[in-house]
């Protein structure tokens, strides 16, 4: 309230507060309301009265707006372990207006929250949950805020109960978080798990099941963080114990099964599945069919099927299983006795882009026409592009075979055609055919096959394009080898028969004999060969060469130290070096033995080819540690060594 007073010339005084008028300099600050004063704002203001002429003003000084309300804001309610958030402290005030005090209050907080005053932030120490407290002008309010400390994660850890691995098994996964604070917690129920391959892996609440044969990947997600494990799912095996049992695959094309023990012809079942009497005295009937393979699994499991008899001689796809497109593994075939048409094998007929691995076969085959073979007649399908071309892979085979007189195609020891992989094979039978025979491959078909660290070591004879190795190859060889004799009329090599694809470090040991186009190594050599030698006796009437009978491709880094004889075009290295297709007669870095070979040029007929740094040695210069310095074209270390008292060998 305000009170004025007037002083007269009389002398007396007056109250004249309702009379006079009141003002207030600032209305911003001092409101005038009836005969009192509001301060409105903090601040300074005058307030005068007046009242006729005469006036006075009172200075107002110093006048506080208390607060009335406290804010206080943290940018993030969630912090990991380690993060930091901003905080303003916002004063609002009894006149209604409102200041940003960040920097002017306390800011304090319970554990584990820390504060940083001059940062105007605070950060979490540890997992848990703390509270802020922003303090201003004490006497007037307090704000509370919770901030939940989240321990972020650092490594996520996905771990199954057990291995399903085989279809139809479930198990239970567990889902491991480590935090930064260095806690770890399960947190299974609140990880997201998921499958790459629904067909193959599905999950199941905590759980995967194998659903399909095949590979997944199992990813659990937490937090930003993932793990995953890899799954490898095969078909259930089912225990076959004898005859009946093996016959029953038949049904059940694609199941998986294990072979549980040998099987001879004193287990159960054979009489009416596997000898010579059964099935109206076709002996065994072959598994599945020309396409309707079986696409399962069978695991040997290092036991044996012995006395296996098929006599079906006017019948194709003929073995143990017709058709195969799925997997032999760890299987031993013993005395096997097969007679069909084409595309016989002990193991299969045909190898439809399926695999056979870690097998060991031996008996005998006979092919009345075409592609035989000692563990599969074909590999793939000649003159398609359709279907898997098939892998044979680490095994052993001695398998007799025989084709018609004349008329067997495609005959090898361990594969009649093949378009697909051979590695880590040894054929050891021996092959006799007609065209395209070879000791471990009739017929390497064009396409991606290949041929590598392999080996055949039995005797091959035919009548056109035969090898010890390979009769008529398109593929890629690599490290292979032929021990075995060779004999035929055209197109005959140690080692390959006619060679259109590409030879590389391959040898050949066994004695050659034919007609026309013979060689230590390779009959008639239309592509390439590199680092390769012959030191079996070559025999034959024209193009007779130590190494190629005729060659009108490329040759280089290739030797010669077996008898030469021949009527016709007789070379050290080549019978005939000739400029056709496809590469031109190419010879070059390369040596022969002239003492052992009998001959002193390269070729027996040079007809514009062309042959460059090509040298006949002698027995000593090109054996033992002379030939390091003799034979200094081929590398000495990395694909050749010296042999103590012997001729090179390939590493």
């Known amino acids: 309230a305000y009170t004025v007073t007037a002083e007269f010339a009389s002398g007396t005084a007056e109250d004249v507060t309702g009379e006079a008028t009141v003002t207030a300099g600032d209305g911003t600050v001092i409101e005038v309301n009836g005969t009192e004063l509001e301060a409105v704002a903090g601040g300074a203001a005058e307030a005068t009265a007046t009242f006729g002429a005469e ?51 306390a800011v304090t907080a319970e554990d584990p929250i820390e504060v940083d005053e001059d940062a105007t932030a605070v950060s979490a120490a540890e997992k848990g949950t703390g509270e802020v407290t922003a303090e201003f ?26 291995d399903p691995e085989f279809v139809g098994n479930t198990t239970a996964y567990t889902v491991t978080a480590e935090f930064a604070s260095g806690t770890a917690e399960d947190v299974t129920g609140e990880a997201t798990v998921t499958s790459s391959d629904g067909t193959v892996i599905g999950v199941n609440g905590t759980e995967i099941e194998a659903v399909g044969e095949g590979s997944a990947d199992v990813t659990a997600e937490f937090q930003g963080e993932t793990d995953a494990v890899t799954v490898d799912v095969a078909l259930a095996q089912v225990s076959i114990e004898d005859w009946h049992d093996l016959a029953g695959l038949q049904d059940e094309l694609g199941s998986g099964f294990v072979l549980a023990n040998d099987l001879d012809e004193t287990t159960d079942g054979y009489d009416e599945h596997a000898s010579a009497s059964a099935n109206g005295g076709n002996g065994w ?64 007929g045909r190898l439809d882009g399926g695999l056979v691995e870690d097998a060991i076969v031996n008996g ?49 020891g361990a594969v009649g055609l093949s378009q697909g992989e051979i590695a880590g094979v040894r054929a050891e039978g021996d092959v006799v055919g007609g065209q395209s025979v070879g000791g471990l491959v009739g017929f390497g078909d064009t396409g991606d096959g290949e041929i590598r ?32 004799a060779v004999t035929g009329d055209s197109e005959v090599g140690g080692a390959v028969g006619r060679n259109t694809g590409e030879s590389v470090r391959v040898f050949a040991t066994g004695a050659v004999e034919g007609d026309e186009a013979v060689g230590g190594l390779v009959g008639n050599n239309e592509q390439q060969i590199e680092d390769a030698s012959a030191t079996g006796a070559v025999t034959g009437d024209s193009e007779v060469g130590g190494v190629i009978g005729k060659n009108t491709g490329e040759a280089t880094r290739i030797f010669a130290a077996g008898t030469v004889t021949g009527d016709e075009d007789v070379g050290g290295l080549v019978g005939v070096n000739s400029i056709p297709d496809p590469l031109g007669g190419e010879l070059s870095d390369s040596y022969w033995d002239t003492n052992i070979t009998g001959q ?52």
């Open 453 to 484: 660290n392999s080996s055949a070591h039995g005797a091959v004879e035919g009548d056109e394009v035969v090898g010890g190795l390979v009769g008529d190859n398109e593929q890629q060889i690599e490290d292979a080898s032929a021990t075995g």
């Open 285 to 348: 009937e072959p598994i599945g069919g020309a396409g309707e393979p079986f696409t399962g699994i069978l695991n040997g499991s290092k036991h044996s099927i012995s006395d296996l008899v098929i006599d079906r001689p006017d019948e194709e796809y003929v073995g143990l299983f017709a058709d195969l497109a799925g997997e032999v593994t760890s299987l031993t075939v013993e005395g096997a006795n097969l007679s069909a048409d084409n595309r016989t094998g002990v193991i299969a």
């Open 55 to 105: 006036s006075d003003t009172v200075a107002l000084t110093g006048i506080e707006d208390p607060i009335a309300g406290l804010d206080l804001g943290v940018d993030g309610a969630d912090l990991g372990v380690g993060d930091t958030a901003n905080y303003t402290v916002t004063a609002e005030f009894a006149s209604g207006e409102t200041e940003d005090v960040t920097n002017k209050a």
């Open 600 to 651: 002193d040029e390269p070729a027996g007929s040079n007809e514009d080819g062309d042959i460059e740094n090509v040298s006949g040695l002698t027995t000593d210069e090109m054996q033992g540690g002379d030939a390091t310095d003799s034979m200094d074209s081929f590398d000495f270390d990395e694909t050749w060594k010296p042999v103590d008292k012997g001729y090179p060998a390939l590493r």
């Open 364 to 412: 005998t085959v006979s092919a009345e026409s075409s592609f035989a073979g000692g563990i599969a007649g074909a590999v793939g399908r000649i003159g398609s592009s359709d279907g898997g071309s098939g892998i044979v892979r680490d095994s052993v085979v001695d398998v007799g075979i025989s084709a018609e007189d004349g008329v067997g195609f495609g005959i090898g």
């Open 137 to 162: 002008q004490n006497e007037t309010a307090t704000a509370l805020v919770e901030i939940d400390a989240g321990d972020p994660v650092e490594m996520l850890s996905l771990t199954l109960d057990e």
